[in-house]
């Protein structure tokens, strides 16, 4: 019998593990086993970087990536909070309204409650609404616990199809996400859970299979169709979320494998600043969702088109050495003085800065190409400054934040392999809208309107946007930023029997077009992964 080890986890700001190994098992893996939060976004792939934990064996103590390191003896793994950090961090926003009104009679009336959901390949949001007048009563923002599986759908897939894996990748986004985020909002607001009686949730394709237990592989091999595209209203108990005795689950409804209920949650609140819905309009309209998947609308009241080109979750903070979800300490703006190189920042709610966000992340790319800072290719030029280092290889990174400023202790930087991310995601979002307007005969100077959506922070800088190749070069009036669309959805569809019927509408005539399949989109894609673009006829401002 193979002699096992005590292995003690101990979770920074948590309570610690204590489980047994055999010798040769891989940390990480060890860690999922015993629903352990380690980062993980390139799924064990050992290219992230994010997995970091300090094992102390034999009174000597290394800091290794989880996933390249094996068990060899009794240990005692520190899980640093950077590591920890998605899972169980809950940003919170309460609203001042009440929970009871006045009848005719002067009595007071306790309404029913609701839930709208956004559950995002990288974050996760909720709010709590008062269904007899529809009113907020509170938000509340987590990270996905399914994170800790992989950054992007297909690993989350792969490691559905390991043994458990539909069990635990279930368990990861409602366990592990959804209750803790209904309790807080419950907790916060004194309603009880019997109280809530509708729920709906707007979701990629992917997560929504992940969330209701269906095995999503369909999704990733030929012919590539999902397991559903529409899911009738559902008992929310049946998979563990327990609310009103007669509480009923509406999915906003998928249109195809990488383009899902978050979309057409989107499309149905999506306005431009005139108050005017997409498909209600003669004029054309683009919308954009800057999220790990990267999906697009194009059309108007006669046709919707929509693809996705998994953009990555870069603009989420994944993929990137300093990256974090907009919360708290996240840099949301960034400003760089040409000749010192010296930053001026924009940080989520003041707090000492703690990392980069999605908007952030732009603005920082963009300035250090407009200072001259870096190339094109997102390589370092030879520029002097304290701020610009090299490591062992000349490989240049850029200091945000020295050590002795942030949160963390540690210097946020921002190396050649987060800008190397950044313009493989921001060139997806480009070649993506390309080639939807493309086919069609169309180009970027035939759109009226383009909707920024997505929670990457504080809005977006679209000047930065278009300098460095992501969005077209347009008027920067043809550019609105309309927060989280996909939750303004859920929420219409909430308060909405009407909105409910809509959505469904919306996802029946929209066509989805795989990029995958499309003709030149590789081609698009590797011309716009330069800064801005290796064609910059595109880009004449």
Sequence with gaps: MAKKFKIVFEIEGGEDVTIFAVGGENVLELAQTANIPIDAPCSGNGTCGKCLVDILENDTKTRCLACQTEI????????????????????????????????????????????????????????????????????????????????????????????????????????DTILPLLDKLCLATEVEHDRITRLTVAANTTMNHLFLGIDANSIRIEPYEPAFLEFKPYDPASIGINLSADA???????????????????????????????????????????????????????????????????????????GMRATNGAIQACVIEKDTLEPTFSIINDFEPVGLCGSGLIDVVAELFRAGAINGKGKFNDKNSPRIRRDEHGSGSYILVFASDSATGKDIIITETDIDNFIRAKGAIFSGIMSLLAPL?????????????????????????????????????????????????????????????????????????????????????????????????????
């Design 72 to 175: 060899c003896g009794d240990a005692v793994i520190t899980v640093p909070d950077a590591a920890a950090d998605y899972i169980g961090n809950i940003t919170f926003e309460i609203f001042e309204t009440k929970d009871s009104s006045e009848t005719g009679d002067g009595s007071l009336s306790h309404p029913a409650y609701g839930i709208a959901i956004d559950i995002g390949t990288t974050t996760v949001s909720a709010i709590l609404v008062n269904q007899q007048n529809g009113e907020i009563r509170a938000k509340a923002t987590t990270g996905n616990a399914q994170i800790r599986y992989g950054a992007d759908v297909i690993n989350r897939i792969i490691n559905q199809q390991k043994p458990d894996g539909i069990k635990k990748l279930q368990e990861a986004i409602i366990r």
């Design 248 to 322: 009923k689950m509406i999915l906003a409804p998928n249109i195809g494998s990488y383009v899902g209920g978050d979309i057409t949650a989107g499309v149905l609140a999506a306005e431009t600043p005139s108050g005017k819905k997409i498909y209600s309009r003669p004029e054309m309209s683009l919308l954009i969702d800057l999220g790990t998947n990267g999906e697009i609308v194009f059309g108007n009241e006669e046709f919707l088109m929509a693809c996705a080109c998994s953009a990555g979750p870069a603009f989420e903070g994944g993929d990137i050495s300093c």
């Design 441 to 541: 005969g169309f180009t970027p100077a035939d759109i009226d309107d383009v909707m920024i959506a997505g929670g990457i922070g504080g809005g977006i800088n679209i000047k930065n946007a278009i300098s460095i190749g992501m969005l077209p070069d347009l008027p920067e009036e043809k550019y609105s930023y309309i927060g989280n669309s996909s939750l303004n959805g859920a929420y219409e569809m909430l308060i909405s029997t009407e909105a409910e019927e809509k959505v469904k509408e919306i996802a029946a005539n929209m066509t989805y077009i795989d990029l995958s399949t499309e003709q030149g989109y590789m081609d698009e894609f590797i011309a716009a992964c330069f800064i801005p673009h290796t064609n910059e006829r595109l880009f004449p401002s």
